[in-house]
């Protein structure tokens, strides 16, 4: 049985990420308590039921304080041979505030005492231990609906069993860190074509941009020293059973360096570690 746990902050895209579960074959239920969960779980195990191969589950801030229960619950979900996975889903507060405004619907936390900003800090602050243990976490800030159809179908839906799900993106620090990244490599060190102007209307994907890149010894060094390093640790994560690894590549304005490392990393490690997914923040 694989059981995938959706949860994370009210406006989030939660009930994005549960409908592409249901299209894709996935039994699903939103805000089960978790007292009724554990018993569903184990009543489809004992049955082998084919119907509950594949379950998703929505759990929020609607499930408190029963939530507080799911790191010992999935502990003996996993015990019993289930493949058990927590995605989180986040946003920036002003991200929030401004789908709660668009659409007009109640925050699950709010109140005639408790405003909308102080729900969305209480909640953060409630599902903190379910972002400890979440395999996988996913920023939704500057996510579109159909990006975040895109993401939970190729990472969530596609992995194999047992299978550790690779995504390697790129950034631009003047954006901000990516909240979803394992392992971040700072490449700003590094030649930019930026300052060549025939380059800077392109991205790293251009052909002329990764020539000029791939001419530096310095981005080859780079490369090399980054595939060196996640060679030796990939396997450690699947090992600890990990299901998710996202790497960042950023560089000022995530444009051309940081592409053409990721475009390069995933090239160089797929035929090890199998498919590898490449995301660019600041790309169109």
């Not at 901000?176 to 060190?189: I, K, M, Q, S, Y």
């Amino acid at each position: 049985m694989r059981l995938v746990i959706i949860s994370g902050l009210s406006g989030s895209g939660k009930s994005v990420a549960l409908n592409v579960l249901e299209d894709a074959g996935f039994y699903c239920i939103d805000n089960i308590p978790v007292g009724p969960l554990r018993s569903f779980v184990k009543e489809s195990q004992s049955d082998q039921a084919p119907d509950y191969d594949q379950v998703g589950v929505g759990l929020d801030a609607r499930n408190l304080p029963d939530i507080a229960q799911l790191p010992e619950l999935i502990d003996e979900f996993r015990k019993t041979g289930a493949s058990c996975e927590v995605i989180f889903l986040q946003a920036e507060n002003d991200v929030l505030l401004l789908r709660f405004s668009e659409t007009r619907r109640r925050h699950p936390l709010t109140s005639d005492v408790v405003s909308l900003p102080e729900a969305i800090a209480k909640e953060r602050e409630l599902l903190g231990p379910i972002i400890d243990m979440a395999d996988l976490i996913i920023d939704t800030s500057s996510t579109t609906v159909n990006d975040l159809r895109d993401l939970v179908r190729n990472r969530v839906k596609n992995r194999g069993q047992d299978a550790l799900s690779i995504l390697i993106e790129s950034f631009g620090y003047k954006h901000g860190l990516p909240a979803d990244a394992d392992f971040v490599f700072d490449v700003r060190c590094l030649p930019n074509p930026y300052w060549e102007p025939e380059l800077r209307p392109m991205n790293g994907k251009a052909k002329p941009v990764r020539d000029f890149l791939s001419a530096q010894a310095q981005v080859q060094e780079m490369v090399d020293d980054i595939e060196g390093f996640l060679n030796h640790w990939i396997p450690r994560y699947k090992n600890f059973q990990r299901s998710y690894l996202t790497i960042a590549i950023g560089c000022t304005g995530g444009q051309h360096r940081s592409v053409y490392i990721a475009e390069a990393l995933a090239e160089r490690l797929m035929a090890a570690h199998g498919p590898i997914q490449t995301r660019h923040h600041e790309l169109p």
